[in-house]
């Protein structure tokens, strides 16, 4: 029944094996399965150094220590987790007889983990918890577009779509952290009764728990053993200018010099999808982009870094196709044609999950791009939705089942991120529209996928940018203004668009892009010609009143790169997030985990976002600060005492920001 086996304890009863053993500091690994052999990927996890643990074992009970964090596994198999000072974090849900003397047995007979075989070998897997606290708030997860920061009382796809990133760590109130450690398709269902994840194809149960006495502790042990993000280079810290999307090498460079006659500060520039002439060719098109050598060189001279996107999917009619399929780097249909994705070409996505595919990708960037002087590349997953929707088809999607369904953006990080390195680049960055755990090693700027330029659209991002940096990730993006629609020359979306930039000033890393309307007319005849173009999108396309307030926040943004560098440098060696929730730094003040839309851009400065039309004033909560210090307001010579509520002014030029004093 129990064991002690290579410092970790084991339990076995019928057909299942359970294991908990030590995995980094005051952390636990719990494993399950119902194979003959417990499966050996550790997915997000990395190695640790051996740990030796506390174990006890009696006859009706076990018992696992790791610093601040302890296990006990009942002889009927019920697991439960304590910390040091004998509070319980969590209590597997189980409702049965096979203990009699647990207060909780019932004739309800629900597992706990439950395994339900699948045709072809894998089960179909539902972990459950006790809800120990109706009032216990969640964070984390990943990125979802709703406008919720608490996610207590929620049900979560496990899934990546347009939008939607799936990383599956969450924070808890009560003091631990928790990785879900399966990358398969599934849901979380956090509600207030019972706590459960669900796996539509795996082998095992996987999962990570910690114990910690503040969010900050949890979140940088999580980073400990799932990898810390490089350092953000120097480009990363200032402006970059994008849009939906530049036609031509001329039109590109005709932008990047008016940034510099008009001497606004940009750091990057980008050329977004289709300046390709097929899906696959991973090169410029010579026909609208005839020099990219002379382009580069002219834009280093400027002193503006060129960003370049790279789409996953190979056409038929590609250079690379016939190639590609020969050595077995795309993915595969069970059964039909061979396609995915049917947008500007017949596709089919190369296989991520392959090193020899991997490689041949990245090999193709650098021959067309890296070797040119292109150091920063938007790896688009295009349009994730196609890879989830089909649950009884897997390997038409992902070239493998559900039990790799969430892999596959990480993955693609990772050729370009391993590539870069072997060429002796450290600090690498790609800008990605899905990352899963523990794609921040893999530099993984996530940036929040095609939404609308809405107000509601607006809100959501906000709490998504939060949740990100609890889930473990601290570069995250948006595109200033949304993406769908937006007219510049509509004055109530040149107010969203402003509040949103006022916004992006103090995120992670700022980029105006979208898709804005009306679009321009078709330029050609091939290869990517027929993609139509947005209207402008460069900060002075939305009128002179809007120009002078974008160029106050891209100075001020500029002011701050000093600051910004020191955030950027405190999440590559701590695993911080650059944009935080306020009880991430005010943990002890209890109205700080109520605040849901303010937060903290580093340690410095308390930022509360315009997220509604009209908007004047609003009332800002300001935290208890120790030793009777300050908040001081951005804009002026206003001192406020923490620990209270006040009413400020926000006109259209002035988002309020209050700086810790």
Partial sequence: MFGEENNRLVYRFDAEQLWVEPWGPNALRIRATKTSSMPETDWALLSTDAIQPKITIKDDLATISNGKIRAEITK???????????????EEYARNRRDVTDPKCSALEVEAREFRPNVGGDFKLTARFESLDPKEKLYGMGQYQQPYLDIKGHQLELAHRNSQASVPFLVSSLGYGLLWNNPAIGKAVLGKNIISFEALSTKALDYWIVAGDSPAEIVESYAGVTGKVPMMPEYGLGFWQCKLRYQTQEELL??????????????????????????????????????????????????????????????????????????????????????VMHFMGNTVHFDSTNPASREYVWNKAKQNYYSKGIKVFWLDEAEPEYDVYDF????????????????????????????????????????????????????????????????????????????????????????????????????????????????????????????????????????????????????????????????????????????????????????????????????????????????????????????????????????????????????????????????????????????RQ
């Fill in 76 to 90: 009927r198999g019920k697991l439960t987790v304590w910390n040091s000072a004998g509070k319980l974090l969590l």
């Fill in 254 to 339: 005709e932008v990047a010099r008016e940034y510099k006659r008009r001497e606004l500060p940009i750091d990057l520039i980008v050329i977004d999808f289709f300046h390709w002439p097929k899906q696959g060719d991973w090169k410029f098109d010579e026909t609208y982009w005839p020099d990219p050598d002379a382009m580069i060189a002219e834009l280093k001279e400027l002193g503006i870094e060129l960003m370049v996107s790279i789409w996953p999917t190979v056409d038929r009619a590609s250079e690379n196709f016939e190639e590609m399929l020969e050595k077995g780097l795309l993915i595969r249909s069970e059964r039909g044609v061979r396609t």
């Fill in 392 to 659: 009884d088809n897997w390997r038409y999607h992902l070239g493998a089942n559900t039990a790799v369904g969430n892999i596959y953006p990480r993955e693609y990080s990772r050729a370009f991120y391993e590539g870069m390195t072997k060429e002796g680049q450290e600090n690498v960055v790609n800008l990605v529209r899905c990352a899963w755990a523990g794609s921040q090693k893999y530099g993984a700027l996530v940036w929040s996928g095609d939404i609308a330029s809405s107000w509601s659209s607006f809100r959501d991002q906000l709490a998504a940018g939060l949740n990100m940096g609890m889930s473990g990730l601290p570069w995250w993006t948006t595109d200033i203004g949304g993406f769908h629609g937006g007219n510049p020359d509509d004055e109530h979306f040149r107010e969203l668009m402003i509040r949103w930039f006022q916004w992006g000033t103090f995120c992670p890393v700022m980029r105006l892009h979208g898709d804005r309307e009306p679009h321009q007319p078709q330029h050609g005849t091939t290869g990517g010609a027929a993609c139509l173009s947005g209207a402008p999108n460069e900060v002075w396309s939305y009128g002179p009143k809007i120009y002078e307030i974008c160029k106050k926040y891209l100075r001020i943004r500029e002011d701050m790169r000093d600051y910004t560098r020191g955030l950027m440098r405190e999440a590559h060696e701590k695993g911080s997030p650059v944009m935080r929730t306020l009880f991430y730094e005010f943990p002890e003040d209890k109205a700080a985990w109520e605040v849901e839309e303010q937060y903290m851009y580093g340690d410095k400065y308390l930022v509360c976002p315009v997220l509604e039309a009209g908007k004047t004033e609003l009332e800002a909560y300001l935290p208890k600060l120790p030793s009777g210090g300050k908040w001081k307001s951005f804009w002026g010579d206003e001192v406020y005492d923490g620990g209270k509520t006040v009413t400020v002014q926000c006109p259209l030029d002035q988002t309020p920001v209050f700086v």
